[in-house]
C-alpha cells in the first residue's frame, strides 16, 4: 500500500492545527494529498429554550457561529497548503463528526485523529466515542494523543505490538509506508510465558523484504496487561509511533473494545496507527 490521500479531522478543540501540521508533514514526507474534514455539528436546542421564535432565533445564531468558525479554519488550511507548498483541500460538511469521517474514510488511506479527551471509558462512550473510528472507518486511523505539542515526527523510531491475528496482520501491513523510512522498528510480542514467537519472527521477515529491519522482542505478560507493557516499551525506546490492531466491535453506536485497545486509547502518549 502506498499512501497517497491523508484525512485530518478537523474540530474546535484547540488541536486542530496540531493535527494539521503533523498531516502537513508527512504529506511531505509520503508525496500524499491532505484531504482537511470539518465538520459543523448541528445546533442541539438547550432545554432552556422555548418556542417557535427562541428557537429559530438560537438556530439561527448557531448557524451563524458556525459559518464563522469553518472560514476562519478554511483560511488556515490555505495558510497551511501555501506555507507548505502541497496539496491541501478543506471539505465543510453538516452532520455528526464520527459519521463525516466514517464516510470520507473511503477515499482516503489513513485518517488522522485526536484522542478524547475524556478521562474514563466510560466518557468516551456516552459523550463523544472519537475512539470508535478504529473500528468503523475503512482506512486505518492515526491518533495523536490529546493535550500533547505537535509532534516532531512521526514514525521515526517506531514500535509495532504483535499478535499472532488477523487483525495484527492487517496493521502491520497498512503500516509499511510508515515503516519504511524508520531509523529502527522494534516488534513486541506479549505472551504468558515469554516463549519464542514464530510469528514474530516470521512478520519481522516481511518486514524486512520491504527494506525494514525490525528488533523482535517477547515479553511475558499476561494478555490484560498488553496495553500497558506496550506503552511502556514504546516510552522507554523513545519510540514516536505505536502500531497496533484495534480490537471491539461497535453496536449501536456503543463501544465495546479489548483490553489493549481500551487501554492504550485511554492513556497514550505517542502517536497510535490503528488498524481493524
Given at each position: 500500500m502506498t499512501v497517497k490521500t491523508i484525512l485530518v479531522h478537523l474540530a474546535n478543540d484547540g488541536q486542530a492545527e496540531t493535527r494539521l501540521g503533523a498531516a502537513a508533514?508527512?504529506?511531505?514526507?509520503?508525496?500524499?494529498?491532505?484531504?482537511?474534514?470539518?465538520?459543523?455539528?448541528?445546533?442541539h436546542m438547550p432545554a432552556a429554550i422555548v418556542g417557535r421564535a427562541a428557537s429559530a432565533a438560537y438556530i439561527g445564531e448557531a448557524m451563524a457561529i458556525a459559518r464563522e468558525k469553518a472560514e476562519a479554519m478554511r483560511a488556515t488550511v490555505a495558510e497551511t497548503a501555501r506555507r507548505e507548498g502541497l496539496s491541501v483541500e478543506l471539505h465543510v460538511v453538516d452532520g455528526e463528526p464520527i459519521d463525516a469521517i466514517k464516510a470520507e474514510s473511503r477515499f482516503a488511506d489513513i485518517a488522522l485523529v485526536g484522542q478524547n479527551p475524556a478521562l474514563t471509558l466510560d466518557d468516551v462512550v456516552a459523550l463523544h466515542p472519537m475512539e470508535e473510528l478504529p473500528l468503523m472507518t475503512a482506512c486505518p486511523c492515526l491518533v495523536?494523543?490529546?493535550?500533547?505539542?505537535?509532534?516532531?515526527?512521526?514514525?521515526?523510531?517506531a514500535l509495532v505490538g504483535w499478535k499472532d491475528s488477523h487483525t495484527t496482520a492487517r496493521a502491520l501491513h497498512r503500516a509499511v509506508p510508515l515503516l519504511e523510512s524508520t531509523?529502527?522498528?522494534?516488534?513486541?510480542?506479549?505472551?504468558?510465558?515469554?516463549?519464542?514467537?514464530?510469528?514474530?519472527?516470521?512478520?519481522?521477515?516481511?518486514?524486512?523484504?520491504?527494506?525494514?529491519?525490525?528488533?523482535?522482542?517477547?515479553?511475558?505478560?499476561?494478555?490484560?496487561?498488553?496495553?500497558?507493557?506496550?506503552?511502556?516499551?514504546?516510552?522507554?525506546?523513545?519510540?514516536?509511533?505505536?502500531?497496533?490492531?484495534?480490537?471491539?466491535?461497535?453496536?449501536?453506536r456503543e463501544m465495546v473494545f479489548g483490553g489493549a485497545t481500551a487501554h492504550v486509547s485511554r492513556y497514550m502518549t505517542l502517536p497510535v496507527l490503528f488498524a481493524h
Open positions: 508533514a508527512l504529506a511531505r514526507r509520503l508525496q500524499a494529498h491532505v484531504t482537511a474534514l470539518y465538520v459543523t455539528a448541528p445546533a495523536l494523543p490529546h493535550g500533547r505539542p505537535a509532534p516532531a515526527t512521526i514514525g521515526r523510531r531509523q529502527s522498528t522494534i516488534l513486541v510480542a506479549i505472551n504468558e510465558t515469554g516463549a519464542p514467537d514464530p510469528t514474530a519472527d516470521a512478520a519481522a521477515t516481511f518486514l524486512a523484504r520491504h527494506g525494514i529491519a525490525v528488533e523482535v522482542r517477547v515479553q511475558a505478560g499476561p494478555d490484560r496487561d498488553c496495553g500497558a507493557i506496550l506503552l511502556a516499551n514504546a516510552a522507554a525506546s523513545a519510540a514516536d509511533l505505536l502500531v497496533m490492531g484495534a480490537y471491539g466491535h461497535t453496536r449501536w
